[in-house]
């Protein structure tokens, strides 16, 4: 641990707090605001965008929005907010949905397009889905608990005493929206009565109360049913599911941990319906850094479920942005873009990095320079070859301060 705390040294640069590295210093007037700020609030939310670090340059696409700034749709039962490409043009391959659910308030039974990954954030929910060979799946889950429902798949969602639930949902379209999914009351009211009787094989006069439209968030009455119940309900005479949609993330042991924080990896090595999204979990504690990577195989779509932290993308081409990030943030990182995130805070930053794709893969500066031939890595960085081997050899995701 000794040579990493050398080698990382040479990365991190400024402490939060510290003005060094900015654009503005001493006497130099350059960067100040005679009228004053124009909003202190969201100056206050964002000094790396009022007063950056001196290595930003040039107009790199906003990669941050935040869930704050999102229409929130208010039903009885619950509330739904989204983050789309219509929202943060950057994030064309993943959107996400911010959800409530009240004690017995359901998401009604649907489907997409669009793989839906979630982490429930707070409470607890009883959710349904069918697996693609006709077999019912039924659980519940509580904060720390993700689920995976593959396209097309139909589910559901209600939340359980004593408060429901509040959780993050993912999809792998930055086109999604969560106001355009097949609902069940939907699709019913828009068949003739006689159709929909003739299928279900029931009178008309039995269908004369089913709904005139969709329900999507709705409150109804706390199940009475236990789990148990439910589940043998469901499978009546078949058996259940043998697929788990649902993974326990934060029982997991972290995939990897140092004394500046940890983090679980979850993808279809672990999780196996995941297949079309991988997830990484994040901690890192105050004064560390995720430290400097970036991932080939696709974008990152980031969730910030607490803390307050700091990204800057290093856009090629001479562009770098530093953004600036909060507890119920989206950030956004193109592939292949090389990027850090500093803790700014005094308590834990706690985030999500989500992808559209069934691997989780990323690489690692630290560990990409002490893989090659020394010679080739000094003559780009004029480092003495001491300097070069106190480098971290191995990937640590988070390193100290
Ligand atoms: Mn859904
Ligand atoms: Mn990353």
Known sequence: MGSAVLGTAAVVTASPESQQGRQTVGHDRSGSNPIGPDDPVLHAENPDSVNPPSTDRGDVNPFKYPFSLAHKRIEKGGWARQVTARDLPVSTTIAGVNMRLTAGGIR????????EW???????????CLDPHGKPFVDDVKEGDLWFFPTGLPHSIQGLEPDGCEFLLVFDDGAFSEYDTVLLAD???????SVLARNLGVSGAALSRIPPGELYIFQAEVPKTSLDQDRKAAAGTISLSSENFVFRLMEMPPTRKTKAGEARIVDS?????????????VIVHPGGMREMHWHPNADEWQYYVTGKGRMTVFASGGKARTMD???????????????????T?????IFLEIFKSSTYQDVSLNEWLTHLPPALVQAHLNLDIATLRAIPHA???VVPA
């Open 108 to 115: 009604e039974l649907h489907w997409h397009r669009a793989g």
């Open 118 to 128: 979630s982490l429930m954030l707070d409470g607890s929910a009883r959710i349904t």
């Open 187 to 193: 699709w019913t009211a828009h068949t003739p009565p």
């Open 325 to 343: 990030f909060q507890k119920g943030d989206v950030g956004y990182v193109q592939q292949t873009l090389p990027h850090y995130i500093e803790n």
């Open 345 to 349: 805070g005094n308590e834990d930053l």
């Open 395 to 397: 990937e640590e995701v």
């Open 269 to 281: 090595s672990v999780f196996k319906v995941s297949s079309q999204i991988a997830a990484a979990h």
